[in-house]
Every structure is written in structure tokens, then in C-alpha cells.
């Protein structure tokens, strides 16, 4: 295996491989299925295999100049099952090549399935890779593998370890309910940290292990924190965050505790005491009032990494379909990863802050702007001269006398509830206004992005919504009404929006990232060139938008596996 040469115009691959056969004790979906000609929903610029089933990403990583992702894969059909750990590779987090799976079900201790989990760099800067396997029993178990030759950037093969598994579901824990290790960490007595998520009589938990070789592990008297107000906590992510000054340079940080429950990624921020591995929280995991989550849509198992090439945080967050698996079957996949985000801490240190990676807007082109246009009371005008199927949106809205905004009601207390009771086409002072995207040109199909605003006391709360209930004529769709609150300065006069629309999925960016929300939609009119965006304002005060610029997005260049012989791939 080699890298020949690469540059700004040519990324060329030697890969050499051979098809590797699963072995494991279930195969429901063997049969490949065949893709349908026409794919109205499938992405250009979001990540996602050439077939079947994703779920989960694991194990996200920067090594020797080359990003690797594995996730969650059934190499035999578009629905779970017979999961592996599949494999990609890229130097931009863009354009990507598929290599074969690096983790198969094929040992005892993992027959039933390789599971999520994450990568740990190990003294030396060798990555190695601790995952959940369902063994031959049945029971969720931690094992370990790591490459076979860590002087190949592209790290092609990888190898269980003799010691597999690691750690077993012993004492209180639930076989059933132990799984996804995170990225381990040294603390100052040099021994290993490691996190897995739980539930242990009816309490969601992140236990605690240490290790000074990383094989042997003993568990902590304590989990590193614990809920009972959740139920079990999957995928779970513990990281340091910082925020920065005006110069660039570290503010101060904290510590990120995220767990997926409640098919939602609920976050909590505090600080963390290595000498002690106490963690204590500014606020729990649904606290009134102060539910954080990476994404208030449709956005489940996410992993973040660190990327030390270009020193930030990002986060990966798997987005599922929301039609039905029989749909899924018919077109030959399902399953997409989210657009990459680079993570930060609030100026204020009390809220994450996500942006999509600078590398996607390599795949803009043919912008159009406006500048300094009035939105009047019911007003509403198309965007022209993109592909409005496959393009990228921002948008600044200069906000009128806020002192005329509607009062909010204390009972208003869930932003989802309120987002489904003043819709898009509902009539307030400040708003609703914002984007309709994947709208036919009658407007019967369309999912809008909107803002809406109320006074509260001598402050303002900023509603942020994406509606589904009208992006598609289909039927027995899911048409979830998303909704947030924007927590931005009350001084700011202005609130922005930045919309991702890649044929079925809309990631949305409210306040400079300050609120995320994704939805999935799958338009039966609105559809390649038969798209539309357009802005409106259904509010009775005008709104201005200081600046809009949207560009059609290119599409991204996602190579297939290449098996059994050598074959050169060139791509600009």
C-alpha cells in the first residue's frame, strides 16, 4: 500500500485489497441489494456509503496527514444488522475514499457485532481502538484492537487483541447495557481513563475505569457522573473545550460530558479535577430550562475528535432517516453523517458554540447576494440563480424595535410545543421569518427555517424552528416540527441563520451556531432543478436582511472500495 503524489489539483490512491469474508451467527439481510435508478434523496456533499446501512461514527482521527472515519455498518443490506466497522479516508474531510471494513464480527467476543466506540492515541502515536463487541452470550463487552502496521498512514488492517475482552459486565452492571467506550485520557498519576455508558438501576451512568497498560482495567468506586433522570446513556463523549479571546489565544476551559438518550445528544458542561476524576456540572442533564443538546433535530451517537492538524474540535453526529425501512430497502441505503462541525465554547462559557469545517466551502460556487433588503409584513421572494436542491445559505436579519414583540407566555416553556403552535404560517409582530427550503414553486411543499421573537421582562427570547409538516406530498412520512431557543445577547440587534440543503437533509445554524437543528425531508415536487428558496416574513413589523449570500454546492467526490486489484484514483 502507498500514497502517490498529492496537490491542490490531484489526490491519487494505489490501493491494493482483498475482499475480507464476514463470519458471524446472524445474517438477516445477506442478499446486496440493488440501488434504484432514481435517487431523488441521496446527498452530494454529506458523507454516506455507496449502499446499505450506517449508523454510529466511531473512532474519528487525524494520522500522519490522513482523516480516518469508521462507523457503524451492515455490509449486506440498508438495515441494522451484521455490524462492522467500516472505513474511509481523506486529506480534507470532504472528498473521501472507502476502504474496507477494519473491524469485522468474526471472535467470541465480538460474533454478534462490532460496536461503537472510539480511538485513543497511545504513547508513540499509535492509535489503537477500544469497542463494544456482542459476544457469544449476548453480553456487551470492551475490547481493543489496534493497526498491524502503524507506519501506513492509511491504516489498512487492524488487530484484535489476544487480551479481547478487556472489560466484562460484572457485579451491578447489566450485560445488556454496558457499551461504547470513549477516547481514553491520562491523568497526572499517568494511568489511563476510560468511560462507558450505562444504566444501573434505572440510573443513566458514564462508569469509570483505569489502567496503567491499557489492557488491564480496574473500575472506579464511582461513575465519573450519573443521572436518574435519564435512561441509558449511549455513545457518551468527554472532552475539553475552551473559549477564546480576541486575539485567538485560550480564554478559559471546561469540561463537555455528552450522552445520547432520548434518540437526542443532551450535552452538560463543568469541571473536571484529574487528581480526583470529579466532574462537577454547571447544570444537569434536563435541568428546567437548560436542556443543552448539540442538535435539537434529528442527530443521535455523535463522536468529536480532536484535530491536531488544524487544532480545533469536531463533532460527527449520525442523521437517520425518517421514512420507513421498507423505503430504505427499496433505494438501497440509509443512514448520512452530518457535515463535520468544529466545536467551541461560548464567550460567556455557559453554551457550545458549532460551525460547519471551513474546508466545505471549497464546494460553493455560482453565489448570489443581496444586501440591504426590506421584508415586509407577508412578504415573500425567491432566491434565484442556485440549485436550491444542493446549496448553502447565510443569512444576517436586522431585527426591529423589539420593544414591540409580543410578550412571552411563562407557561411557554417547551420551544418544540410552541414552534408546532406558532408555525411558519402562523402571524406574530417579530416573525415568524426566515427561509423556506425544498419548496415546490406552488409552495405546497416546503420546510421552513424561521425565527420568532417575545419580550420577557426586559430581555428577549429568540425562537428558532424548522417545520417538516409540509415538506412532502408523500405519505406515512415522519414530519417532526423541530423547535429551540437562541440564546444570544439581548443588546444584539441582528440574529443569523445559515441553512446546509443537500436533497433530503437541512442542517440549520441559528445565531452563529449558538442553536443547531437537521431535519430530514423528502419532497415528491421539490426535487433536483424543481427546488425553490425563498425568504419571508409573516411577522406584522418588517424585518431587513443586512446581508445574503447562497451558493449551489458542488458535489463532493466519494470513491467506492476498491477490491482485489490495483486501481488509481485521481480526483480534483
Partial sequence: MEICIISALCLCFLLVGDVVEV???HHPYRNLQSLSGEQPYRTAYHFQPPKNWMNDPNGPMYYKGVYHLFYQFNPYGAVWGNISW???????????????????????????????GSTTFLPGEKPAILYTGD????????????????????????????HNPLLTPIDDIDPQNFRDPTTAWQGPDRLWRV?????????????????????????????????????????????????????????????????????????????????TDKFEVDTDFLDE???????????????????????RRILWGWVIESDSESNDIEKGWSGLQSIP???????????????????????????????????????????????????DVEVSFDLPNLDEAESLDPNWVDPQLLCSQKG?????????????????????????VFFRIFRRHDNYVVLMCSDQSRSSLREGLGKTIYGAFVHIDHREKKISLRSLIDHSIIESFGGDG?????????????????????????????????????????????????NRRKQQINYK
Fill in 514 to 562: 449558538r442553536t443547531c437543528i437537521t431535519a430530514r425531508v423528502y419532497p415528491k415536487l421539490a426535487i433536483h432543478t424543481e427546488s425553490r428558496l425563498y425568504v419571508f416574513n409573516n411577522g406584522t413589523l418588517s424585518v431587513r436582511i443586512s446581508s445574503l449570500n447562497a451558493w449551489s454546492m458542488k458535489r463532493a467526490q466519494i470513491f467506492p472500495m476498491q
Fill in 135 to 162: 459476544d457469544i452470550k449476548n453480553r456487551q463487552v470492551q475490547n481493543l484492537a489496534v493497526p498491524k502496521n502503524v507506519s501506513d498512514p492509511l491504516l489498512i488492517e487492524w488487530v484484535k487483541s489476544p
Fill in 424 to 448: 411558519a404560517s402562523g402571524r406574530g409582530r417579530v416573525g415568524p421569518f426566515g427561509l423556506l427550503v425544498l419548496a415546490s414553486k406552488d409552495l405546497t411543499e416546503q420546510t421552513a
Fill in 86 to 116: 467500516a472505513h474511509s479516508i481523506s486529506y480534507d474531510l470532504v472528498d473521501w475514499v472507502h476502504l474496507e471494513p477494519a473491524i469485522n464480527p468474526s471472535d467470541p467476543f465480538d460474533i454478534n457485532g462490532c460496536w461503537s
Fill in 341 to 391: 462541525r468544529s466545536v467551541v465554547l461560548s464567550g460567556t462559557g455557559r453554551q457550545l458554540m458549532q460551525w460547519p469545517i471551513k474546508e466545505i466551502e471549497k464546494l460553493r460556487t455560482n453565489k448570489v447576494s443581496f444586501h440591504e433588503k426590506e421584508v415586509k409584513d407577508g412578504f415573500i421572494f425567491e432566491v434565484p440563480g442556485i440549485t436550491a436542491s444542493q446549496a
Fill in 195 to 275: 468511560i462507558v455508558g450505562s444504566k444501573i438501576n434505572g440510573s443513566g451512568m458514564a462508569i469509570l475505569y483505569r489502567s496503567r497498560d491499557f489492557v488491564e482495567w480496574i473500575r472506579s468506586d464511582n461513575p465519573l457522573h450519573s443521572s436518574t433522570k435519564t435512561g441509558m446513556w449511549e455513545c457518551p463523549d468527554f472532552y475539553p473545550v475552551s473559549a477564546n479571546n480576541t486575539n485567538g489565544e485560550e480564554k478559559f476551559s471546561k469540561h463537555v460530558l455528552k450522552a445520547s438518550f432520548k434518540n437526542q445528544d443532551h450535552c452538560i458542561l463543568g469541571n473536571y479535577m484529574p487528581m
Fill in 23 to 25: 463470519e458471524a451467527s
Fill in 289 to 311: 430550562g437548560l436542556d443543552l443538546r448539540y442538535d435539537y433535530g434529528n442527530f443521535y451517537a455523535s463522536k468529536t475528535f480532536y484535530d491536531s492538524g488544524k487544532k
